[in-house]
């Protein structure tokens, strides 16, 4: 009997079964079909198995097959994993490895940890992918169709980025932080522009210098030269020192402080209002001009009324208060009247002088505690120099000491 190399040659119970012809063969002779001792199963090939008396045999290696299964087994067991081989050539258990494994992959999903050993899916796209696979921030650009010069020429990136046209926002705003600066540059030399400083103060420049400020407290001042009000404040309108007399417009008048031209006569320079119309009259509103008369020492809050006139050539200045006085001697009218100020509302001019010092200092405290940056926007601010106390402010303090107060 030949067996055919595409036999189904099996081991049951001690001898081969044929699966494909249905019949047994076997060495021990007892079977119609069985091959007689010593027959030589055999192929097409090449010779197969021996079968005789004592068992079958792989032809011409005189193997028994029961001898190649146990050596099957040591094989095997010799292949075994290994306590040893775990994280070395085998990977070890891994959480993290884990929680990726427990996802179901889907299109367009990547896995990304929520937590320490979990993990979720997120949307990938193709247009994600496109964006992410870029190498630069202008391939990135260039995907995205901003494509410099072109319709999508759209953003400002960098100091020193230009965008032209206007900048339309619908209930939004443009939030700038507490130290930087909102500027319009005009020709590169002038700058236009709000920032709000380290001392709190809201400042809006022209050209480059502070035109209008509005401090923390609410109080506002015009002029590069006004300075915030020591003490109680929060609804004060302080100008600074316009440093002379405009000429004004046809159809225009203004209110404005200066101490030139004018003078204070005895004393020290004092900045005052003035009031100015289109024809240029000007008319001191703060009525402390004394620079053509020394006030008299009977009046104790002399005032005047000044006023002058360029076209017209003249300038005028009336003692008022010794006005007043005389035609109450001349009428016997009383029309003047002086009171003594409570104690708690009194101050000597030192002490309105160490109020303005303390507040200089506290702006310069800030500045020390400030971050470098903002420093390099803001220059520390000077010493106060303290300002001395005008002549006729002195001689009645010295008048008021004597116990009179100047009263009549």
């Known amino acids: 009997m030949s067996i055919g190399i595409t036999d189904k040659l099996v081991a049951k119970n001690g001898a081969f079964e044929d699966l494909v012809n249905a019949s047994e063969v076997g060495g021990d002779g007892t079977s119609s079909n069985a091959l007689p001792a010593d ?6 090939a090449s010779e197969l198995v021996r079968v ?69 899916l997120a949307t990938f796209t193709s247009a994600g992918r ?26 400002v990136e960098k100091a020193g980025d230009t965008m032209t046209g206007d900048l339309n926002l619908s209930g939004g705003s443009v939030a700038i932080d507490s130290t930087e600066e ?20 809201n400042i809006f420049r022209l050209a480059s210098v502070a035109r209008l400020q509005m401090w923390g407290a609410g109080d506002v001042g015009i002029g590069s030269g006004a300075a ?48 100015q119309d289109s024809a240029n009259n000007r008319t001191t509103i703060s009525p402390h001009n004394f620079s053509m008369f020394e006030p008299d020492l009977a009046d104790p809050l002399p ?18 208060a010794k006005l007043a006085r005389l035609v109450e001697q001349l009428t016997g009218e009383k029309l003047v009247y002086i009171r003594d100020l409570p104690e708690s509302e009194r101050k000597t001019w030192d002490e309105i002088q160490d109020e303005h010092e303390a507040a200089r200092q506290a702006d310069q405290a800030a500045w020390d505690a400030a971050p470098e940056a903002a420093k390099q926007r803001n220059p520390r601010p000077a010493d106060y120099q303290r300002k001395p106390e005008p002549a006729w402010i002195a001689a009645r303090k010295w008048n008021r000491d004597r116990g009179n107060g100047g009263a009549r």
């Open 228 to 275: 915030a009000p020591a003490g109680t404040r929060g609804s004060v309108l302080v100008f600074g020192d316009n440093g002379g007399n405009p000429t004004m417009g046809a159809s225009s008048a203004a209110i404005y402080a200066t101490t030139g031209g004018s003078g204070t006569g005895s004393g020290g320079a004092l900045v005052e209002m003035v009031a």
């Open 182 to 201: 909102f500027r319009v540059n005009r020709g590169g030399a002038t700058i236009d522009g709000y920032r709000r400083d380290i001392f709190g103060t």
């Open 130 to 155: 496109a964006l992410v696979d870029d190498a630069s921030a202008s391939a990135q650009r260039t995907t995205l169709g901003l494509v410099a010069g072109g319709a999508g020429d759209i953003w």
């Open 303 to 320: 005032w005047a009324y000044h006023s002058s006139n360029a076209v017209v050539g003249k300038e005028i200045s009336v003692d008022m």
């Open 39 to 44: 027959t030589v199963a055999s192929g097409s």
């Open 52 to 120: 005789d008396s004592t068992g079958a045999y792989l032809e011409g290696a005189g193997v028994a097959v029961t001898d190649l299964a146990t050596a099957a087994q040591g094989a095997l067991a010799d292949s075994a994993l290994q306590s040893s081989d775990i994280g070395s050539s085998v990977q070890a258990y891994d959480a993290e490895l884990a929680a990726i494994a427990g996802l179901a992959s889907a299109a367009d999903r990547v896995p990304y940890f929520t937590g320490s050993g979990t993990a979720s």
